[in-house]
T-cell receptor, first 112, second 120 residues
């Protein structure tokens, strides 16, 4: 079974500043079709998770362009170019390559 | 736009079973997998299993095998999660989720969540 790890687990941020977080998979998520099967989700306090990024770098519909996913294989990064107050919450990465879906432990983003 | 509408919160006794429903509104049902994910208080996301309604195929996480059943009623565009032998460790918010495109494991759409509290 694939194991997902994330770092840091807690990330204090300053509005207007950039922020980044890391996700690592125990096996490559690069499919033979050339796509990385890695998703990023944001769960705001008291809300359901929402998809931000699929296939490593594809922003979901309606997701602001300040969110950018990058990486390949086993190492991935989510970058927020300029943090806004509404970006607080827990960010989860998830491998979508195979069943079962496995989520990372999450990175909690809070305003300093 | 696809919406997943879940049944309401509930309280269950230890040793009993839960049943949560998830109705797909505004999009195709049978061709797209419905995943079930839970979140214990203050904890992360835990995938439990999924069903592909068109072929009635299910896959369950090993942790839950033996006490989980996921079903789908195609005529009602609704999936059901049943979990038996409940203990306090099963107190959680239960979510259903499905992909935008059939055949993929992404969780593009999520239900609003159903809080199940297991308490005597």
């Amino acid at each position: 079974e694939i194991v997902m790890t994330q770092s840091p687990l807690s990330l204090p941020v300053t509005p207007g500043e950039p922020a980044s977080m890391s996700c690592r998979s125990s096996r490559s998520l690069l499919h033979t079709d050339g796509s990385n099967y890695l998703d990023w989700y944001l769960q705001r306090p008291g809300q359901s998770p929402q998809l931000l990024i699929s296939f490593g770098s594809n922003r979901a519909s309606g997701v602001p362009d300040r969110f950018r996913g990058s990486g390949t294989g086993t190492d991935f990064t989510l970058t927020i170019s300029s943090v806004e107050a509404e970006d607080v919450g827990v960010y989860y990465c998830m491998q979508a390559l195979q069943t079962p879906s496995i989520f990372g432990p999450g990175t909690k983003v809070e305003i300093k | 736009q696809v919406h997943l509408v879940q049944s309401g919160n509930d309280v269950k006794k230890p040793g009993s079973s839960l049943k949560v429903s998830c109705k797909t509104v505004g999009g195709p049902f049978s061709s797209h997998a419905i995943n079930w994910v839970r979140q214990a208080p203050g904890q992360g996301l835990e995938w439990m299993g999924k069903i592909i309604p068109v072929i009635s195929a299910t896959v369950y996480a090993p942790k839950f095998r033996g006490r989980i059943t996921i079903t789908a009623d195609k005529s009602a565009s609704t999936s059901y999660l049943e979990l038996g032998s409940l203990s306090s460790d099963d107190t959680a918010v239960y979510y259903c989720a499905r992909p935008l495109r059939a055949g993929f494991n992404n969780h593009d759409y999520w239900g609003q969540g159903t809080l199940i509290t297991v308490s005597s």
